[in-house]
T-cell receptor, first 113, second 112 residues
Framework: NAGVTQTPKFQVLKTGQSMTLQCAQD?????MYWYRQDPGMGLRLIYY???????DKGEVPNGYNVSRLNKREFSLRLESAAPSQTSVYFC????????????FGDGTRLSIL | GQQLNQSPQSMFIQEGEDVSMNCTSS?????WLWYKQDPGEGPVLLIA?????ELTSNGRLTAQFGITRKDSFLNISASIPSDVGIYFC????????????FGSGTQLTVLP
């Protein structure tokens, strides 16, 4: 199915471990986003990429890095995971000119012990 | 960041009833959005509103951009079981995605 694909779907890490969350979209969208969703809260923007080769910090970028590998892929990396980063992570994409995420992946559920 | 107050936090309604939920802020927004999230899935964009006073429908869903630009409403008519989920509002203050703020969601349960 066309859309936004995230891997893995679930992951458990120990404090201090590193990992990369993968995201790919096949809709030829320019803009891609990474959000985190915590219980009882709205989604918060971690990083976004308006186009290939550009990335910008969102509301909660600390502890994360991103890489816009090409137009299709936008990865999120945790260099040294902390329990506060336990969350559900969503990748999203949108067309050029759209100011909001239009299509979301199904999320990565990350637990850090 | 900016805060959006979304209410109610949860609703239990009978199938066939109409539903109303709203989102308010102390700040002015230029765009209001409504998303729905099913369990285990990502949010889906339902309606986007770009002008104060705008009223937009998507099937049984109708949303309005408040005249003051500080609030928005979502109505669902004749609810059905598949309407179950979490509904999020989101407001955008400017042209940058960094300025998009999400509400905390309304959990809707439809009872048969």
């Amino acid at each position: 199915n066309a859309g936004v694909t995230q891997t893995p779907k679930f992951q458990v890490l120990k404090t201090g471990q590193s990992m990369t969350l993968q995201c790919a979209q096949d809709m030829n969208h320019n803009s891609m986003y990474w959000y985190r969703q915590d219980p009882g809260m709205g989604l918060r923007l971690i990083y976004y990429s308006a186009s290939e080769g550009t990335t910008d910090k969102g509301e909660v970028p600390n502890g994360y890095n991103v890489s816009r590998l090409n137009k299709r892929e936008f990865s999120l990396r945790l260099e040294s995971a902390a329990p506060s980063q336990t969350s559900v992570y969503f990748c999203a994409s949108s067309e050029s000119g759209a100011r909001q995420p239009q299509h979301f992946g199904d999320g990565t559920r990350l637990s850090i012990l | 960041g900016q805060q959006l107050n979304q209410s109610p936090q949860s609703m239990f309604i009978q199938e066939g009833e109409d539903v109303s939920m709203n989102c308010t802020s102390s700040s002015i927004f230029n765009t209001w959005l409504w998303y729905k999230q099913d369990p285990g899935e990502g949010p889906v964009l339902l309606i986007a509103l770009y002008k104060a006073g705008e009223l937009t429908s998507n099937g049984r869903l109708t949303a309005q951009f408040g005249i003051t630009r500080k609030d928005s409403f979502l109505n669902i008519s004749a609810s059905i079981p598949s309407d179950v989920g979490i509904y999020f509002c989101a407001g955008l203050r400017s042209g940058s995605a960094r300025q998009l703020t999400f509400g905390s969601g309304t959990q809707l349960t439809v009872l048969p």
